[in-house]
């Protein structure tokens, strides 16, 4: 038996007739998932547990009712058996036994076994007398004659069943498992005289409620209303908000822990990149402005941009996505101040910066061309190169 709190469970004691009703409908369509995950690397793939599905619940009914002495044949005993193998659990041999009996003993077994109805104790008893035949072999050859008497003893359903042991294959929690069907299917016939309910329809339903929650969750997610109506949309909108709410937080918390950790990692490498005053193409990207502020902004081609203001502060734009993009800004009266916006520096870039000389009373000047510039309260000047994408510097006195 399942966890008393498993859906499948709940389900069997609180379903509507229309909730019923909705899940049973999508046999089919699970039996498909199920022979495609079961057979789809075995010999004959999931046609043949699709084909033979389709004989047991379709064809193998009629035959047997076509007849008239109700009975089913050694070639058919054999075929249900090979159904109920690829369908479940495969059980080695088994098939050899069945193959043993008689055509005479096989129709016998089951004429008997039929007429033994409804009683259902009786009837398995007369079909366990067979080479091969258990319980659930026995279940499903009547099932297959008589479905509103009979459920096949399907492990699915055993386990969505309450107070059945589906690891107890038994005679007696059999007939347990059989009696509560039975008593599910009485239930829903009195709420819904049209229903038309049935031991083996109950268990089909079960079989499709308790596969659905691995193979198609969405089957039991849109399960309607008792009334049968449909589940309102807003409730099934909230719940999807609700998972991308928890998906996007998730993503933002591993984002802050990254950034906090890079602009502590990143500093070194950004002195550098902005004291060089190149991008990955070599180009200069920099601009001085001594009297105005300037806020920093997005160069192109992935470009790393420089502001500097020997009047005032800078502040880098929050708004700057972080993808590899750096600013920093210098003030003539004080050191340089840089803001990080990268966990790393770009590969082109590392290979040309050099160690830069932060000082805290003269200007570095960042033309693409070789310059220098002063500062009133200082007597030497830095001249900056850039050859074939290397920095290269020179001190230089001030003529006054």
Known sequence: MADPKDSSLQFFQKASPSQWAYVLKYYKEVMKIHAHKTRGFKKNGPEELLKLDSWFQETLPKNIHARKDIHVTRDELIQVTKWKLIRGKARSRLLDLVRLNTDLAVKQATQKAFKKLPNISSAITALTNLKGVGLQTASAVLCAGYPEHCPYMADEAMLATPGVEASDYTHTEFVNFATQITSAADRLNTADPDGKWTPHSVELTLWVH???????????????????????????????????????????????????????????????????????????????????NMSGGRGSDNEVVSNESSNSNLEADDSLPKNGMLMSTTNSDQNLVLHNHSSSTPQDLKSSIVEPVVCSSSLVNHNSNSSFSNNSNSNEAVNLTVEGGVEVRQQVPIQN
Request: glycine residues 8%; aromatic residues 2%; charged residues 40%.
């Open 210 to 292: 308790y596969l659905s929650k691995d193979y198609k969750p969405s089957i039991l997610k849109n399960l309607p209303l008792p009334d049968g109506s449909a589940r309102p949309k807003d409730e099934e909108d909230e719940d999807e908000d609700d998972d991308e709410d928890k998906v996007t937080s998730s993503e933002d918390h591993l984002e802050e822990e990254h950034s906090s950790g890079d602009s502590k990692n990143g500093m070194e490498d950004s002195v550098a990149v902005a004291a060089s005053g190149t991008n990955g193409n070599g180009r200069h990207t920099s601009s001085l402005d001594e009297d105005s």
